[in-house]
């Protein structure tokens, strides 16, 4: 869930709308007439960008509670309706609304390791972004325009980056883009759509921005005419028919699931309900246009300005309404980046014109097959060993602590910094721990809120007693571990370069 605040009809349709067609000069270049054009090279040099952006996120909070999900679904054979982690919420109700995207991850573990869980985020990472590419060259896009502009969506969409499940849901979206702007130009392969949704509900509870991008596909087709900049044409009858139906029969294939109506609801229960995640966990805030990542998306802002002032072609309906929600939505809450980037791109890579058009008689397949090997060569040596990644998650998670309060058979109740949460109970599952990722379970019952009190040292000694916290495992560095440090009723009995561990002092020693 992310990291807390401190201080995830017609075969051949009589009428196809003309907005649909790629901008006036305009060719899809993938076509480049060779076994290796040019736009094929591009791609790998944007799978490369992702290479080395994800080996920089590679250490995720989340992950270890989502293979733990895993391992008791494929142990039990049944679904998990109750918390059996945690002492604050043993019993609580739940619904494990990504666990069909936790099982990759879990199989790719199990064989590879750590580099396995690597693997698949890389695997997807490609195929959302090849597909936003493919998307652009499907638009019209200049083959390098439309790489450099994909590129500057991987650094836009980077601050959710790691072995998380939400990226299942991202490579959806990406197919349903793929789908729907066929459908306007060929008027087939509409049904998809409802096996696409069937299957997005039980990886992540995204869906609700296909079906809100399906809905602007429709909407944007119900108008026709000219305003300004801004275009429009109606639907045929047959194809307006044909999106009705396919897009119903959507909302019923969201009900397949092992959790029902529950499982449908869960988006809305996080919208209306969980409160707490929303202005407490980081990635949910707005954008902060003081850091990196603002200033990217300051940058695609005006870059869809400066596109709107000097494109000579005409602005789709459609694109506009899109360009507002992903904005909307992007900017409100930060983790939503990547889907403004897998939004934006398509829209504005065919309106570029940093580079001259590409010419499939200039096309050298050779050796842009020796450049793309070259790239290949550099992921595969690159690539980094189980140590390495290792070390990289030891940065930054307790891995000594952990062994030493295994060989000291230390099982009381324990306080820990809210990322530790999944990762002790993949690593040492006897271990009971305060709160996980899962953040909705602890919101409901005020453990949310308490965890940030206490992180905030806001009666932190009265909350440990109310929960009866044997022991407390934080960072170093942060103001609870030097509170403990110098109160007399706690003392130290563990501390290396990640985290302290302390525990309640003797009676004798606590006046």
């Known amino acids: ?30 076509r480049g007439g060779n076994f290796f054009p040019f736009s094929l090279l591009w791609f790998f040099i944007i799978s490369l960008e992702l290479f080395l952006v994800a080996k920089l996120h590679t250490a995720d909070s989340d992950i270890w509670f989502h293979l733990r999900n895993a391992q008791e679904l494929l142990w039990t054979h049944a679904f998990p309706k109750a918390d059996l982690y945690t002492f604050t919420s043993a019993g609580a ?49 200049n083959c390098a325009d439309a790489a450099i502009v994909t590129m500057a969506g991987v650094l ?35 049904w998809v759509l409802p096996p696409l949704f069937a299957l997005w509900v039980n990886l992540h509870g995204s869906w609700v921005f296909g079906l809100v991008v399906l809905a602007i596909y429709i909407v944007s087709g119900l108008a026709q005419g000219r305003w300004g900049t801004v275009v429009a044409e109606r639907w045929a009858p047959p ?7 396919v897009s119903v029969a959507s909302v019923a294939a969201l009900f397949v699931n092992p959790y029902g109506y529950k499982l449908v609801w869960y988006p809305f229960d996080l919208l209306f309900r969980q409160t707490a995640v929303r202005h ?44 507002v929600f992903a904005l909307w939505t992007s900017l409100t809450h930060v983790r939503f980046l990547v889907f403004a980037a897998i939004i934006l791109v398509p829209i504005l890579a065919p309106r570029l014109r940093l580079f001259s ?9 050779w050796w842009n097959l020796g450049l793309a ?38 099982t009381g109740r324990l306080f820990h910094f809210y990322d530790f949460g999944g990762y002790i109970e993949w690593n040492a599952p006897a271990i009971k721990t305060f709160a ?42 942060k103001r609870l571990s030097y509170v403990l440090e110098h109160s007399v009723a706690w003392r130290k009995i563990y501390e290396d370069k990640v985290v302290k561990l302390y525990e309640r002092a003797p009676a004798a020693a606590n006046p």
């Not at 051949?12 to 901008?23: E, F, K």
């Not at 991202?170 to 349903?176: A, E, I, Q, Y």
């Not at 010419?359 to 397949?365: A, E, G, L, S």
Request: proline content about 6%.
């Open 1 to 30: 869930m992310g990291h807390i605040t401190h201080n995830s009809g017609l075969e051949h349709p009589t009428t196809i709308p003309t907005s649909a067609a790629p901008l006036p000069g305009r060719t899809l270049d993938v």
């Open 93 to 141: 109700p739940l619904v494990n609304f990504e666990w069909l995207s936790e099982l990759p991850y879990y199989f790719a573990f199990h064989s590879l390791g750590q580099g396995g869980l690597l693997a698949v985020h890389l695997v997807i990472l490609w195929m959302i972004f090849g597909g936003v590419y493919y998307l652009s060259l499907r638009r019209g896009a």
């Open 156 to 190: 836009l969409g980077s601050y959710s980056f790691g072995p998380r499940m939400l990226h299942f849901g991202w490579l959806c979206l990406t197919v349903l883009l793929l789908v729907l702007e066929r459908f306007q130009q060929t008027g087939k392969g509409l």
């Open 239 to 245: 194809q307006l028919r044909k999106l009705i139906v």
């Open 280 to 323: 407490d966990i980081i990635e949910w805030q707005s954008v902060d246009f003081h850091t990196g990542y603002g200033t990217l998306a300051m940058l695609m802002i005006l870059s869809l300005l400066a596109a709107a002032w000097f494109s000579p072609e005409a602005w789709e309906l459609r694109d506009v309404l899109l360009v």
């Open 357 to 365: 058009p590409y010419d499939p008689k200039k096309d050298k397949p």
């Open 373 to 410: 090997a070259v790239v290949v060569g550099i992921i595969v040596w690159s690539y980094p060993n189980p140590s390495e990644i290792q070390g990289l998650i030891d940065a930054d998670f307790p891995r000594d602590a952990l062994y030493f309060m295994q060989q000291k058979h230390i």
């Open 436 to 477: 996980d990722g899962r953040a909705d379970i602890f919101t409901y019952n005020g453990v949310m809120n308490d965890y940030l009190r206490i992180n905030n040292i806001e009666q932190p000694f009265e909350l440990l007693d109310k929960y009866k916290i044997d022991y407390v495992l934080f960072p170093v560095g």
